[in-house]
């Protein structure tokens, strides 16, 4: 007989990752195995079909099994996921197959050791391609001087940190994308020179206008993504 382990995968912590591992039968005769899942790492497993299966001489079947990824996981750890099948009539007629369960990166970690930082900035950072790129340099500074200094700008700041890694996800994976942001992200870019470069009065006008205007556009993008 013998145990066959399936394609590896990948989830967040807290996921159910399942997986269908098979038991193949070459005996002569039908036979019942004993089946025990291990993980590993200690992870939560469970073989919600029952520890045990009859297959008939010849023929194979599928074990449904499951493992938990803990919540307090770190992006990159793995786990091997093990399925012992022992036959009830022979003990020493058993196999074994391991599959390995990957948990995944954060998409903010992700960008932030592509891009070699973002300081949280991270569509201007996938658009422009470099943390220190300059357009990126006047928007952190803009945020930083003027955005969170006052309660409009921090609660923007906020719900850009909140959703801004899953835009930037896919923006840095798409160069006409990145184009596109880039183009888009100019009239931010110019309100924050001004606010930078101290033209402040004039600034002050167009920043409402740029605000409600990136709140507007990042909620349809998010709407999109959602679907």
Known sequence: MQVFAPAEQSGNPGDVINYQFVV???QNTEDTFDLVLVSGSGWVTSLPDGNTITVPSGESAIVNATVTIPQDANAGTQDNLTLI????TDPEVNNQDSVKTTVSEDITEKLLKVYGGGGNCFIATAAFGSYQERHVWVLRRFRDRYLLSSAAGTAFVKFYYRHSPAIAGIIAENETLRFITRIALMPVYGVAYLFVSGHL????ALLSIVLFIMIRGTRKIL???HR
Do not use: E, P
Not at 201 to 204: N, R, T
């Open 24 to 26: 193949a039968n070459y």
């Open 85 to 88: 099948a022992t036959s009830q």
């Open 201 to 204: 009065f004039l600034a002050d």
């Open 223 to 225: 709407n999109v993504i």
